[in-house]
Nanobody, 125 residues
Framework: EVQLVESGGGLVQAGGSLRLSCAASGFTFDDYTIGWFRQAPGQEREGVSLISSSDGSTYYSDSVKGRFTISRDNAKNTVYLQMNSLSPEDTAVYYC??????????????????WGKGTLVTVSS
């Protein structure tokens, strides 16, 4: 059974930090690009950051560039998202997802085969 389990969400004050974890099982983790996505109430889902399987190359949305860092530990089948300088605009449910060859058209991501159930991040002002 494929599972992606997010953890590390919670309530933090503006300017604070959180580290999210995504633990994967049930598929060949090393082969998959893993990404973090978020969805705030009333808003579309946004691709926040992805990390490739092949060379570890990364993608960040403009809204988090310079503040968030994605990393992966293939030995632990886990991807992390270090989030610094958080602002209330970062409040959302954060999901991790896995795909062999995800692509993006404008702001919509395709090719993500597996999704976690999400973890809530709330940033207070």
């Amino acid at each position: 059974e494929v599972q992606l389990v997010e953890s590390g969400g919670g309530l933090v004050q503006a300017g604070g930090s959180l580290r999210l974890s995504c633990a994967a099982s049930g598929f060949t983790f090393d082969d998959y690009t893993i990404g973090w996505f978020r969805q705030a109430p009333g808003q579309e889902r946004e691709g926040v950051s992805l990390i490739s399987s092949s060379d570890g190359s990364t993608y960040y949305s403009d809204s988090v560039k310079g503040r968030f860092t994605i990393s992966r530990d293939n030995a632990k089948n886990t991807v992390y998202l270090q989030m610094n300088s958080l602002s209330p605009e970062d409040t959302a449910v954060y999901y991790c997802a896995a795909g062999l060859h995800p692509t993006v058209v404008q702001t919509t991501w395709y090719g993500l085969d597996y999704w976690g159930k999400g973890t809530l991040v709330t940033v207070s002002s």
